[in-house]
């Protein structure tokens, strides 16, 4: 998810009564539910930082090691602040909340199409639910009303953790339903598939960002690929049209071992390769256009979501 939607999760737990064990509460629990992506550092990497992103520093080894640090640093920085913070700061009550909110994190992540890596470096196997937009603005509102609601119960006296809890209910009863959704879709599309004689190896009920009740339908066999739409109330609609994967084109093969491109094939779940504006490009399907929408596509010069094959790029 987007850091946003971290930095308000991190504050509700807070609110929800969390910040009342220890002084540095909430600061403690806002930095550790970012802490993890650390890895955007990465990004400067342009294509390459796929195969980083959402990786180590969101495995198991991390979500010890993240915790313990961050409360080091802010045993460090009150002992240097001279317990300014008013509320003692303890150090077990610290930890936990540093341990809760560093876990959220990967929590969150694993709930959209982009996808986790929840045992690296033990497995380099991505984890994805496919159940909520990357940036959900029904989880941003939720998060604002509840975290303000219950910070102004809070300054005239009154019971702030209710509201606290009340939206971390509705959140968690939102995600459960957006989880069912996304099962039934994929569900129905197989079953549609199966009925044209497609075996498909992978459906994608791909999150839209503002109606959360309908997926764009991502779907892939051994050699060919297409997309559709699902809606709560219409059902599944998918064109006859597919296309080829091409993932034996001969410039997908003749580029492999290249550091761009193999991070690329690393991260992607639904890699394909295709023709655009004379190049021969490699792309994923979650991060594309309709197919209905493809022809005639600009590639710009640097998409991280798009590796240019032939012509190959300037400096390769």
């Not at 970012?34 to 195969?51: F, K, Q």
């Not at 099962?183 to 498909?200: M, S």
């Not at 997309?227 to 084109?249: E, F, I, K, Q």
């Amino acid at each position: 998810m987007d850091n946003l939607t971290h930095s308000l999760a991190g504050a509700l737990l807070g609110q929800m009564g969390l910040k009342r064990l220890t002084g540095r509460a909430m600061a403690t629990l806002i930095i550790a539910a970012n802490i993890p992506d650390l890895d955007a550092i990465a990004s400067v990497l342009g294509t390459e930082s796929l195969a980083i992103r959402r990786g180590i520093t969101h495995g198991p080894p991390a979500m010890l090691i993240l915790p313990l640090l961050l409360t080091g640093a802010v045993l460090a920085w009150e002992k240097w602040r001279r317990n300014k913070a008013g509320q003692p700061v303890r150090f077990w009550p610290l930890l936990l909340l540093a341990c809760l909110g560093t876990w959220s994190h990967p929590a969150l992540d694993w709930l959209n199409s982009y996808g986790v890596r929840l045992l690296e470096p033990f497995s380099h196997r991505w984890f994805a639910g496919d159940t909520l937009f990357i940036v959900d603005v029904w989880i941003w509102a939720a998060l604002i009303v509840s975290f303000l609601w219950s910070r102004r119960r809070e300054k005239r006296g009154g019971d702030w953790q209710r509201p606290a809890w009340i939206g971390f209910a509705a959140i968690g009863a939102y995600i459960l339903a957006n989880g069912l959704i996304t099962g039934r879709a994929e569900a129905h599309t197989h079953a549609v598939l199966e009925q044209r004689g497609h075996r498909a190896e992978l459906v994608v009920a791909n999150p839209l960002p503002f109606t959360f009740w309908n997926r764009r339908m991502l779907w892939r066999d051994a050699e060919v690929h297409g997309d559709g739409d699902y809606g709560l109330l219409t059902g599944v609609r998918l064109p006859d049209a597919s296309c080829p994967n091409r993932l034996d084109d001969p410039a997908l093969t003749a580029a492999r071992g290249r550091s761009d491109v193999e991070a690329f094939l690393f991260w992607s779940r639904m890699p394909y390769v295709v023709e655009e504006n004379g190049r021969t490009v490699l792309k994923d399907q979650r991060f594309s256009s309709s197919l209905r929408q493809s022809a005639g596509r600009t590639v710009g010069e640097y998409d991280p979501f798009t590796v240019v094959l032939s012509p190959e790029p300037s400096g390769q």
